[in-house]
């Protein structure tokens, strides 16, 4: 036998067996004999190593998921057993109804087969999911191993491609005679009027399950109507409808009545709540005999709200939806699927339909709330996020309901919707901290973007609903902290309308939660921006509703100064008017006076001067007012009692002069809005 080559004495010296068990012996005896000193250094730089490698770890980690919505993760694994578009045409032998039924809520047996060898095929099942898991792990640990994988699984491939290229030299004259056998195979059924009606007459008059059977058989088709098959060897039999009429009156009729054609069948009764309906259908004697009817039903009207585009078909459809919704419930996978598309359509609908698709997630998370609140909030949240990437004028009014709506579906359970709260501004502090520290340009363009002010503005009104109520003090000191982060964090006049945005965010969770938020430096701040000449030209129309960043030719124009001047008077008109029949206003009104004086003083231009003349004098008006009548009072500021019942008779009343100007300046402004969103189509 010859001498080895070098690659083969360099394989045989890393691999072979006995030479393997030659260095462990080696390794175990050099371990024994090292000193204490070099153990001791060893062990330190192991630990000095593992340290460093954790950082680096937790560093790209925290760049990686500093995205709004990594901080919730969803579980789909209900889906899997349930993917396929339909179960199938149902077989219109009425005898064979029983022998089909099954009781596996999970629908194992429907993916792997017949009802005897269900235990066994779940057994299968299980020992594959295990075996799966231990491969992934096995791949994250050894990146050699997945390379080998990867090149066995090209080279099966390669086999695979032969095999297809060998079956693609078939002749012509065999394929033509295997799908001529594949068509004759096939019964064809045309779906006429006259049958579908006579089929509900016979389900509504006699309950006739045979004729049920041929109306699912039927509405299924008419699901799946104008979508082709997906399996050309199906040799179940084909319904085709015959004509558009057909096709309404198999649809209608289903989505009317079959709800109450099977609560017929199983003899459930219209009242009650619909937990104890569920309850009621398990423990029903007949359920599994007409399982399969109902799941037929219900899989057709999911494939139809996604294939569906004619508004009206998929308002009513959801409506019927959400009479079923007892029945949905018995079928877990199908239900998260019907979730995805409820929620898919209440953030891309519009009006009525995402008012129908909201509904049906509400009343799942209100009657089902420990089984389905953290699937609809997780869902929502996220499909929320992902609608405010891109923000045009036409699209606010929609946000403001996605929004809102939201904040109406975590009011439902607040101690869950406080915790996810309080995980969601965590990651916008997160993200904020990022910034301030790297003080990257990325870093700025997360933190100044429509997906995070959006969050924001999401946990404000959040906060705001239910700070009366429930004890929301440490989400309301969290995103008080973060809105003034981000003012501070981007002061240039170029982002005024992400500043306006943060004031306006203070003050209304001020308003809401009666706690004093400091805004008048923020504001002040707005009247020192340096910009061009006074008295500078018109610039083109900006929409501010859908920007958080102003061009810079915008900032020499005439516009920019003077939203920037009535800007500043309409965010502190409010900030005084929440405060303006408080006991101490003489005091929190006495900077920002002498910064407006100063700003009056200074300026030239006549229509800045009168309106900032205006604002001064009716502050000053309204702090001799607060000071006579706080010179008249007896009680310390300690008695906090009498503090606060200071002046709310005059605040209830609203006649108050500083009262009146607030709500002058705010109809200035509205009618200024819609002046501006004339100029941008949608902006209603």
């Known amino acids: 036998m010859g001498k080895l080559g ?31 000193k070099n153990e001791q250094d060893a062990n330190e730089d192991q630990i000095e190593d593992a340290a460093k490698l954790s950082n680096v770890r937790k560093t790209k980690g925290e760049l990686e998921d500093a995205s709004l919505d990594a901080v919730f993760k969803e579980d789909d694994s209900d889906l899997v057993g349930d993917d396929s578009d339909s179960d199938g045409y149902l077989s219109e032998d009425s005898s064979l109804h029983v022998a089909q039924c099954d009781s596996d809520d999970n629908d194992l047996e429907d993916k792997y087969g ?28 050894d990146p050699e191993f997945s390379k080998f994988l990867e090149n066995y699984d090209k080279k099966l491939g390669e086999l695979r491609n032969k095999a297809y290229a060998d079956e693609d030299e078939m002749s012509d004259d065999d394929m033509q005679l295997s799908n001529g056998d594949i068509a004759n195979n096939k019964e064809i059924k045309l779906l006429s009027t006259s049958a579908v009606n006579s089929w509900c007459q016979l389900v509504t008059e006699q309950q006739s399950v045979s004729a049920l059977t041929s109306l699912l058989n039927g509405y299924r088709s008419a699901c799946h109507y104008g979508v082709e098959s997906s399996n050309a060897l199906d040799a179940d039999p084909c319904h085709t409808i015959q004509d ?5 009156t198999i649809l209608m009729f289903m989505l009317n009545e079959a709800d109450n054609l099977f609560r017929g069948l199983l003899g459930i009764k219209s009242s009650g709540s619909r937990k104890e309906k569920v309850e009621e259908v398990k423990n029903s004697s007949k359920w599994n005999t007409f399982k399969p ?19 009206e078909i998929l308002t009513f459809s959801l409506a019927r939806v959400r009479a079923s919704m007892t029945f ?9 699927r ?19 698709a909201f509904l049906i997630i509400r009343d799942l998370a209100s009657v089902f709330s420990s089984d389905f609140f953290d699937t609809c909030f997780v869902k929502t949240y996220k499909s929320f996020i992902g609608h405010c990437q891109f923000v045009e004028p036409v699209q606010l009014k929609h946000i403001e309901y996605l929004r809102n709506s939201f904040v109406e579906l975590c009011s439902i359970d607040m101690q869950k919707s406080s915790s996810k709260a309080m995980v969601s501004i965590c990651q916008l502090g997160k993200i904020l901290h990022q910034g301030l520290q790297t003080k990257k340009k990325e870093a700025f363009k997360n933190i100044c973007s429509w997906q995070y002010t959006s969050c924001i503005d999401l946990w404000v009104s959040f906060i705001s609903a239910n700070i009366r109520d429930y004890d929301l003090q440490p989400l309301l000191s969290m995103i008080i902290q973060i809105i003034n982060g981000v003012a501070i964090l981007f002061p240039g006049p170029r982002y005024l309308p992400l500043r306006i945005k943060c004031v306006q965010w203070l003050n209304h969770l001020s308003s809401s939660s009666g706690i004093f938020i400091p805004v008048a430096s923020l504001v002040l701040d707005i009247l020192e921006y340096k910009i061009g000449k006074e008295g500078g030209k018109s610039g083109k129309a900006c929409s501010f509703s859908t920007s958080t960043k102003l061009p810079k030719h915008w900032l020499k124009s005439r516009n920019f100064q003077e939203l920037c001047v009535l800007s500043a008077i309409e965010l502190l008109s409010e900030h005084f008017a929440q405060w303006s029949h408080h006991i101490s206003f003489p005091d929190l009104a006495t900077i920002p006076l002498i910064c407006l004086r100063k700003f009056h003083e200074t300026t030239t231009i006549e229509n800045f001067r009168r309106p900032v003349k205006r604002l001064i004098d009716q502050v000053e008006q309204n702090v001799q007012f607060v000071q006579k009548k706080r010179d008249e009072v007896a009680f ?11 002046l709310q008779l005059e605040k209830f009343s609203g ?6 100007y607030y709500k002058s300046i705010m109809e200035k402004a509205a009618a200024r809005n819609m002046v501006t969103n004339t100029k941008f189509p949608g902006a209603e």
């Open 6 to 36: 070098r690659k083969a004495r360099k394989f045989a010296k890393k691999n072979l067996q006995s030479v393997l068990k030659r260095k462990r012996k080696l390794k175990s005896t050099f371990k024994k004999r090292a000193s204490k």
């Open 114 to 141: 017949g009802t005897a060898l269900s235990v066994q095929n779940k057994e299968i099942y299980v020992e594959l999911t295990k075996k799966t898991k231990r491969l992934n792990k096995m791949k994250e640990k």
């Open 244 to 248: 558009s009429e057909t096709f309404c």
């Open 293 to 311: 009817l109902i799941k037929s039903y219900l899989r057709s009207t999911l494939f139809l709200l996604n294939q569906a585009t004619d508004v």
């Open 328 to 336: 949905f419930v018995l079928f877990p996978s199908l239900l998260r």
């Open 338 to 356: 019907l979730i995805k598309i409820a929620v898919h359509l209440w953030a891309t609908g519009g009006g009525t339909l995402s008012s129908y």
């Open 636 to 646: 310390s500021p300690k008695d906090r009692q009498s503090v606060e019942s200071f």
């Open 655 to 660: 006649n108050t002069p500083f009262t009146q």
